[in-house]
């Protein structure tokens, strides 16, 4: 695939694709991470700012889009899949028909969330955290941990384009870990150099970029050697 970024991490081989999905080569594994399926819906549910009705199917459609890609055997979701546990369970028949034709014939996790603690009749299978080769893959990143793949924090990585600011969302890697952008369409960012972010990473860290092609970019060094202590809330 011409346009991914490879990434070597424990002997592995993996894939950063535009869109923000991450492919293990060896495994046929496509990893995904805070689809936050129901957005709109939960929004709309807890009083919120009212957002247009087709993301959760604009995302679907999308992940469809990145497994006929790949021909991907296993499909792992790194948490957030839902907006929370009611968006699960209020997932129209029609998407929820979408999803089991995905998971036909290839292997499904769901790896549990913050917003998504719970399992639900969706398919596939549910666990705290997965085993895919060398690595480990779970929703929130550990401080001090190697071999990790991981999402949580949607991060973002803002570049100068002719004068103007552009915030892209972006893959975050060194030799020990990645973290994967969210994928849901209406989902927030934080910006890669937040030290909450940031400080996870060893100072020769990058940034790869989504869109029409990945980007990489080197990001300076951490500000502090400290690991900050990670929150359990969502920035998006």
């Not at 100072?203 to 300076?220: K, S």
Request: aromatic content about 6%; overall charge positive; some cysteine.
């Amino acid at each position: 695939m011409k346009d991914c970024h490879l990434i070597n991490l424990a002997g592995e081989r993996l894939l950063a694709l535009p869109s923000g999905v991450l492919f293990m080569e060896r495994q046929q594994a496509l990893v995904v991470s805070d689809l936050h399926f129901g957005k709109s819906e939960r929004n709309s549910r807890r009083g919120g700012p009212l957002l247009p009705p087709f993301e959760t199917r604009d995302t679907m459609a999308r992940l469809e889009a990145d497994i006929v890609r790949t021909d991907a055997k296993t499909v792992v979701c790194l948490g957030d899949s839902f907006d929370d546990t009611d968006a699960g369970h209020n997932l129209p028949e029609s998407d929820r028909q979408w999803l089991a034709r995905l998971q036909t014939g290839r292997t499904w996790i769901w790896v549990e969330g913050n917003h998504d603690p719970g399992a639900m009749n969706l398919g596939g299978q549910h666990v705290q955290e997965a085993r895919i080769g060398a690595l480990t893959l779970r929703h929130i990143a550990r401080p001090g941990e190697t071999k990790e793949i991981s999402g949580h924090f949607h991060p973002k990585f803002t570049l100068n384009a002719r004068g103007t600011r552009i915030s892209r969302r972006c893959f975050v890697h060194d030799d020990n870990r990645v973290v994967l952008p969210a994928y849901g369409t209406f989902t927030g960012g934080m910006d890669c150099l937040e030290p909450e972010l940031r400080g996870l990473f060893a100072n020769d860290a990058f940034a790869v970029t989504t869109g029409q092609e990945a980007r990489v970019f080197p990001l300076p060094p951490a500000r502090s050697a400290t690991r900050p202590r990670l929150r359990r809330g969502s920035p998006g």
